[in-house]
């Protein structure tokens, strides 16, 4: 274990949906900190923040992220 990551489209999203790393953050209940390592893929999310985001841009789980 220790330096398992995952892959994500968290980026991408965020850009498209029009969202700043701040806006998603305070509606998935973390700070921008966090946004940023998840999306430079430094910090797996719980599998509760990733159902977060995924529900924040209206998509599936694994549509958001992948091995």
Not at 26 to 47: C, F, L, M, W
């Amino acid at each position: 274990m220790g330096n398992e990551t995952i892959n994500n489209q968290v980026h991408d999203l965020r850009i498209a949906a029009g969202a700043t790393q701040e806006e998603l953050a305070r509606a998935v209940g973390v700070t921008r900190q966090t946004i940023i390592a998840v999306e430079k893929g430094n910090y797996v999310p719980s599998v509760l923040l990733a159902m977060k985001i995924s529900k924040f841009f209206k998509k599936p789980i694994e549509k958001v992220f992948y091995a």
